[in-house]
């Protein structure tokens, strides 16, 4: 491997750890994600149950508000004719008081208490007590006109009682109506509030999930590329494999053309030191039969030659 393929390799390989690095902090990131939104999503509907409870319990003071508008109603419409007919009596007492003198009916009163005490403390004649008596008459009847508006005020008086009383029982139904209708005001407020907290939540927990989603996105491209710097690293090193057997291939002809020039040279110098041999061995015999004396060495060449000569023969 050169020492580029060297370089190259290694920058994969740094490469490849520093996606994983980013692999590992998105992974984290997502259980977060995950996390956050399952949490949002539980409190949703824990939230959504509450909602539905509280709109129960508002509904139920809704439907009594409107049974005691009903009953308060009713009771308001009994004072309707009551307060027609003191209208009523106020227009008699109205026409009576036209026909009623200028004097005040205490004023009357005490005029007839007077004379009717004179009538029966004093003497007088026939004559005196027959005037008084008609005046006694007299004031009786100025005075029945007054009597008649006591006895309408007196009544006016009872109905007005009545529409009190009424008043009364109206304003009981109203106030616990009005209790009602505020509790159910603030059901109704609490329960937009966690209708809005609601959607909040929503929109946070689908936000996460888009991260979610994003950052799983990421992760399969992180992963694309991981396989594509791996299938180029294992490429650099199938390139480096086939160098390495190649120049193995070439250092084993290089290993096997030397031998067999060593073998060729072998053979040549054994072809040259036989050729040697042969001439020293000939150059002995030739000595022996001159009688000259030869060394051991040409003797044994000699011999070595002569075997040669006899196998020689013999075949």
Same mark, same amino acid.
């Given at each position: 491997? *050169?020492?580029?393929?060297?370089?190259? &390799?290694? $920058?994969?390989?740094?490469?490849?750890? /520093?996606? @994983?690095?980013?692999?590992?902090?998105? $992974?984290?990131?997502?259980?977060?994600?995950?996390? @956050?939104?399952?949490?949002?999503?539980?409190?949703?509907?824990?939230?959504?149950?509450?909602?539905?409870?509280?709109?129960?319990?508002?509904?139920?003071?809704?439907?009594?508000?409107?049974?005691?508008?009903?009953? /308060?109603?009713?009771?308001?419409?009994?004072? +309707?004719?009551?307060?027609? &007919?003191? @209208?009523?009596?106020?227009?008699?007492?109205?026409?009576?008081?036209?026909?009623?003198?200028?004097?005040?009916? /205490? &004023?009357?009163?005490?005029?007839?208490?007077?004379?009717?005490?004179?009538?029966? *403390? +004093?003497?007088?004649?026939?004559? &005196?007590?027959?005037?008084?008596?008609? !005046?006694?008459?007299?004031?009786?009847?100025?005075?029945?006109?007054?009597?008649?508006?006591?006895?309408?005020?007196?009544?006016?008086?009872?109905?007005? +009682?009545?529409?009190? *009383?009424?008043?009364?029982?109206?304003?009981?139904?109203?106030?616990?109506? +009005? !209790?009602?209708?505020?509790?159910?005001?603030?059901?109704?407020?609490?329960?937009?509030?966690?209708?809005?907290?609601?959607?909040?939540?929503?929109?946070?927990?689908?936000?996460?999930?888009?991260?979610?989603?994003?950052?799983? !996105?990421? $992760?399969?491209?992180?992963?694309?590329?991981?396989?594509?710097?791996?299938?180029?690293?294992?490429?650099?090193?199938?390139?480096? /494999?086939?160098?390495?057997?190649?120049?193995?291939?070439?250092?084993?002809?290089?290993?096997?053309?030397?031998?067999?020039?060593?073998?060729?040279?072998?053979?040549?110098?054994?072809? @040259?030191?036989? !050729?040697?041999?042969?001439?020293?061995?000939?150059?002995?015999?030739?000595?022996?039969?001159?009688?000259?004396?030869?060394?051991?060495?040409?003797?044994?060449?000699?011999?070595?030659?002569?075997?040669?000569?006899?196998?020689? *023969?013999?075949?």
């Amino acid at each position: 491997m *050169t020492e580029n393929q060297k370089s190259q &390799e290694g $920058n994969i390989n740094l490469q490849i750890e /520093r996606i @994983k690095k980013q692999i590992v902090e998105a $992974n984290n990131q997502i259980k977060k994600f995950v996390e @956050k939104r399952d949490q949002l999503h539980e409190q949703a509907r824990k939230s959504r149950e509450e909602i539905n409870q509280i709109k129960a319990e508002r509904d139920v003071l809704n439907e009594k508000v409107k049974l005691l508008k009903e009953q /308060r109603n009713l009771i308001r419409s009994q004072a +309707t004719p009551i307060m027609e &007919e003191v @209208k009523g009596i106020d227009e008699k007492i109205a026409a009576l008081r036209k026909n009623v003198p200028r004097v005040s009916q /205490r &004023e009357l009163q005490e005029e007839l208490d007077a004379i009717e005490w004179k009538i029966s *403390t +004093t003497s007088m004649d026939l004559q &005196e007590e027959k005037r008084l008596v008609g !005046e006694v008459k007299e004031l009786e009847l100025q005075l029945k006109g007054y009597k008649k508006i006591d006895k309408k005020n007196q009544k006016i008086k009872e109905l007005i +009682t009545q529409r009190k *009383t009424i008043d009364a029982k109206a304003d009981v139904f109203h106030q616990e109506l +009005t !209790e009602a209708a505020k509790k159910s005001q603030e059901l109704h407020a609490r329960m937009i509030e966690k209708v809005n907290a609601v959607k909040k939540d929503r929109v946070e927990a689908d936000s996460l999930h888009q991260a979610f989603v994003k950052a799983k !996105e990421q $992760n399969a491209l992180w992963y694309e590329q991981i396989k594509a710097l791996m299938d180029e690293s294992r490429g650099i090193r199938v390139v480096n /494999r086939q160098f390495d057997l190649a120049k193995r291939k070439e250092e084993d002809a290089k290993r096997q053309a030397e031998q067999a020039k060593w073998r060729e040279e072998q053979a040549q110098k054994a072809v @040259k030191e036989k !050729e040697i041999k042969e001439k020293i061995g000939a150059e002995a015999k030739q000595k022996l039969n001159r009688g000259e004396k030869v060394n051991w060495e040409e003797f044994q060449l000699m011999l070595g030659n002569g075997e040669d000569d006899d196998s020689e *023969t013999q075949a």
